[in-house]
């Protein structure tokens, strides 16, 4: 699977939206973006993924660059449950089915 | 909602005792996997299951195994504990039915393993 780069850490204030990066510049034509979360002391926790169009559900957006070599997950109105470590990775369609997790972003909730 | 639960979210062993974790899923999902988390290293992945009775090592199987008898339940079994596995241990599991990149994985809270 291709690498992908994200900030260290970024800092919101509750109810703010909140924009997470993520670079992907040697993505490949079938590998999608996925994005997961992991909240202090527990199991990572699935958010979204997309392939090239921008992505709605319920906790979050995910915009796609057009070149596909960025992406971005919004999420619309910060709270402090959303205190976590969030994680971009690329899934290609062949080889083992392991999520390869990177540093992620630390995102830290200011009330 | 996809449930995944682990035997026990904290766990205290001495070197050298046999360990069993224990991880059952209630969406009749095909994969199933075992990873653990240390500060540093990210997610590894120990072994993963696509079928009951199947399993396949994942980058750092040794010291551990793993058994699949029911599709709902996969364990993770110490042979002799040592103090270098003491880690963070997620399950997960997924559909398997659709192609690597569309998978997604619903993970347990894990447990964490103290080895004396």
């Known amino acids: 699977d291709a690498k992908t780069t994200q900030p260290n850490s970024m800092e919101s204030n509750e109810e703010e939206p909140v924009h997470l990066p993520c670079n992907h510049s040697?993505?490949?034509?079938?590998?999608?973006i996925h994005w997961y979360r992991q909240l202090p002391s527990q199991g990572p926790e699935y958010v979204i993924h997309g392939l090239t169009s921008n992505v709605n559900n319920r906790m979050a957006s995910l915009a796609i660059a057009e070149d596909r070599k960025s992406s971005t997950l919004i999420l619309h109105r910060a709270t402090l449950r959303d205190a976590a470590v969030y994680y971009c990775i690329l899934r290609g369609d062949t080889g083992f089915q392991k999520l390869v997790f990177g540093t992620g972003t630390r995102l830290l909730v200011s009330p | 909602d996809v449930k995944v639960t682990q035997s026990s979210r904290y766990l205290v062993k001495r070197t050298g005792e046999k360990v069993f974790l224990e991880c059952v899923q209630d969406?009749?999902?095909?994969?199933m996997f075992w990873y653990r988390q240390d500060p540093g290293l990210g997610l590894r992945l120990i072994y993963f299951?696509?079928?009951?009775?199947?399993?396949e090592k994942g980058d750092i199987p040794e010291g551990y195994s793993v058994s699949r008898e029911k599709k709902e339940r996969f364990s993770l079994i110490l042979e002799s504990a040592s103090t270098n596995q003491t880690s963070m241990y997620l399950c997960?599991?997924?559909?398997?039915?659709?192609?690597?990149?569309?998978?997604?994985?619903?993970f347990g809270p894990g447990t964490r393993l103290t080895v004396l």
């Open positions: 997960a599991s997924s559909h398997g039915w659709a192609g690597a990149n569309t998978d997604t994985q619903y």
């Open positions: 299951s696509y079928d009951v009775k199947m399993k």
């Open positions: 969406m009749d999902h095909e994969n």
């Open positions: 040697t993505i490949s034509g079938t590998d999608y």
